[in-house]
């Protein structure tokens, strides 16, 4: 038996796992004194020493009782469980259970050990064992989660957790921080399968549940955190994950809240702000249960949480408000440019009608009338000749100068550059009036 053990005084008493030459020879002399006794039949104990096994205690004669040789073979089961650990599940075990030792010493209805030790006859073992008063407790430490060994430890860690709870003992899980994986520009939490099964729903978590539900009737929710939900119906189901790690030669643990998404690889989850630290020793304080939070710093995390969602909210309604001002101002800035084209368009136009009727001019001028038909048009064009007009040179002028004489006609408007009908009247008759002298 190499664990704490009960003394004279009724404390229990833990040897170190290794010891100097002189430690070992003060504790084998304590042992002669009788100092140290079986918890379970109250035997006389030895210290002993050795290579393998390092220090430890033993019954006399290496003839221990049949409670005792029930826990080595439960410890033993015990330490093949935990192979797969790193160090650091050690050191966070041993911390773990001083912590509750220490609540245990002022508070009668907390009891602690360890978990082999406490159920020997149990298949499965808690690394804690915690009873308050009536309720029962396993608490578990999890470490060296990867890829090649997720999907495994996922399974034994879901028998283990129902295993726990058929037995009537609630299970508690802790993480490794080291394996918690962010995606901050998509405020989501991907989760091993590991950290998914032992993942907890508490109180608290019901209350953010309460809280998601009103906030999320906004159907823009998700996409203020810019989080790729997985379906437009996705389940209201916060949980619970404890990170714990070493900060500052201190054991803390991370309080992170995420609400269950993806339900396939990769688990993606919605991150529920950043969380919050706690020290080791507020997360398994105890008050009728493990708080597993401190109720002041909860209550700004939802706060904070709350506060980032309305941010975010006028943020992205304020981002389509310019948004829309930006493509209306570009909307009339292309209307004021086609307003600009189109009016240079037409201006272009004119000019052209202007240099062609400019062209027609200069021909006009130029060209010789073979009919009076085309006389007729060519007037029509230059002086807009009327119906009336057109049969005064018809009957006045015409006869006397020669219906075949159109062209004569037109020589003298355009030699006169007249402008008018009028203006060719005098002309006609001038030429009529030389003509007859």
């Not at 100097?20 to 084998?28: D, G, I």
């Amino acid at each position: 038996m190499r664990e704490a053990l009960h003394v004279i005084d009724n404390e229990l008493y833990k040897l170190p796992y290794s010891a100097t030459k002189e430690e070992v020879n003060n504790f084998k002399k304590l042992a002669d004194k009788d100092i140290f006794q079986c918890p379970h039949c109250k035997a006389k104990l030895i210290v002993k020493y050795g290579d393998t096994k390092g220090i430890y205690f033993s019954h006399q004669h290496s003839e221990a009782c049949e409670e005792s040789r029930k826990i080595d073979q439960a410890e033993k089961r015990y330490r093949r469980q935990i192979e797969r650990e790193t160090s650091v599940h050690n050191t966070i075990q041993a911390i773990l259970h001083d912590e509750i030792s220490n609540q245990a010493k002022n508070n009668t209805m907390i009891k602690v050990d360890y978990g082999f030790r406490a159920k020997p006859d149990l298949k499965e073992f808690p690394d804690i064992w915690v009873k308050v008063a009536d309720r029962e407790f396993a608490l578990s430490v999890i470490t060296n989660v990867n890829s090649l060994v997720d999907n495994k430890l996922s399974n034994t860690i879901s028998k283990r957790h129902q295993y726990f709870l058929e037995q009537g003992i609630e299970p508690i899980w802790f993480v490794e921080k080291k394996e918690q994986a962010i995606e901050r520009e998509k405020n989501s939490i991907v989760l091993w399968d590991a950290e998914l099964t032992i993942a907890a729903k508490t109180n608290q978590d019901r209350e953010w549940d309460s809280l998601l539900a009103s906030l999320m009737k906004d159907t823009m929710f998700f996409k203020y955190f810019n989080y790729p939900v997985s379906t437009e119906n996705i389940a209201i189901d916060v949980l619970s994950m404890y990170y714990i790690y070493s900060n500052e030669d201190r054991i803390v643990v991370k309080v992170q809240r995420f609400l269950k998404d993806h339900l396939v690889k990769p688990y993606r989850a919605f991150l529920l702000g950043d969380g919050y630290e706690i020290p080791f020793s507020d997360a398994v304080l105890i008050k009728n249960e493990f708080l597993l939070r401190n109720p002041t710093l909860e209550a700004q995390y939802q706060n904070e949480f709350i506060q980032k969602f309305k941010q975010l909210q006028f943020d992205f309604y304020e981002q389509q408000r310019i948004e829309k001002k930006r493509q209306q101002q570009e909307e009339e800035k292309r209307q004021k440019l086609m307003q600009q084209r189109l009016e240079q368009e037409e201006q272009r136009r004119k000019i052209l009608k202007q240099i062609s009727e400019q062209k027609l001019n200069s021909n006009l001028e130029t060209m010789r009338v073979s009919s009076y038909d085309s006389l007729k048009l060519l007037l029509k064009k230059r002086i807009g000749l009327t119906q009336s007009q057109q049969m005064e040179l018809w009957t006045t002028f015409m006869p006397v100068i020669g219906y075949k004489n159109s062209d004569v006609v037109w020589d003298l408007f355009v030699k006169h550059d007249c402008k008018s009908f009028g203006e060719l009247r005098t002309v006609l008759q001038n030429f009529i009036s030389t003509r007859n002298k």
